[in-house]
């Protein structure tokens, strides 16, 4: 079993509509969490850490279920610009060795 | 601030032929981080540097590929001799710590004929 997986998609939604995925990983070891955004042969640029208690930036809505070993996130309002690869990345705590998913690519159509 | 400093952007070569990437992190950075993406694929770890010193090298080709960090700031990552599926983009990456999140150069796009 892979360490991180994620549904690659690609979920393509109309603008304005709402967007979640989920990124599931195996090692219960694993302490920190974020997503990234890769655009288009661009690199990876952070998008928001995940806390525990889950976290909002704007749109964007992390959560972290460590029961179920899984992070999500959720965008709300979906705009154009939206349109790009979502990486998961999780921290082991015992030592630090950094797991990427393979990414979820989202679509946002006009 | 400036940001992760990679070079050359692109890369064409022949296989067998040998190519260097460059890469110089976030100033303060410890930790620093070379990745191997193919298309369509998360980004994969090459090498791991904690100041000059490797923390994990274990999916590094060793017979073709070296890094190194020599004075613990900017660093070098070497293939030798290219083959074909290492056409790629080879991102390097810092952070300030390895628990820390990282920041991304821009990437050099690799491609071996």
């Known amino acids: 079993r892979k360490e991180v997986e994620q549904d690659p998609g690609p979920f393509n939604v109309p603008e304005g509509a709402t967007v979640a995925f989920n990124c599931t990983y195996s090692?219960?070891?694993?302490?920190?969490f974020f997503w990234y955004r890769q655009d288009c042969r661009k690199e990876p640029k952070l998008l928001m850490s995940?806390?525990?208690s889950g976290n909002e930036d704007g749109r964007f809505t992390a959560q972290l279920n460590r029961a179920s070993q899984y992070i999500s996130l959720l965008i709300r309002d979906s705009k154009l610009s939206d349109s790009a690869t979502y990486l998961c990345?999780?921290?082991?705590?015992?030592?630090?060795?950094?797991?990427f998913g393979a990414g979820t690519t989202v679509t946002v159509r006009a | 601030e400036a940001g992760v400093a990679q070079s050359p952007r692109y890369k064409i070569i022949e296989k067998r032929q040998s190519v260097a990437f460059w890469c110089n992190p976030i100033?303060?950075?410890?930790?620093l981080y070379w990745y191997q993406q193919i298309l369509g694929q998360g980004p994969k770890l090459l090498i791991q540097?904690?100041?000059?010193?490797?923390?994990?090298d274990s999916q590094l080709p060793k017979d073709r590929f070296s890094a190194e960090r020599l004075k613990g700031v900017d660093s070098t990552l070497k293939i030798q001799p290219a083959k074909l599926e290492d056409s790629a983009v080879y991102l390097c990456a810092s952070s300030l710590a390895a628990r820390e999140k990282l920041f991304f150069g821009s990437g050099t796009q690799l491609s071996v004929l």
């Open positions: 990345v999780l921290i082991r705590s015992n030592d630090y060795k950094l797991s």
């Open positions: 995940v806390y525990s």
């Open positions: 090692n219960s070891a694993s302490q920190s």
């Open positions: 100033s303060g950075h410890a930790t």
């Open positions: 540097f904690q100041n000059n010193g490797v923390v994990d």
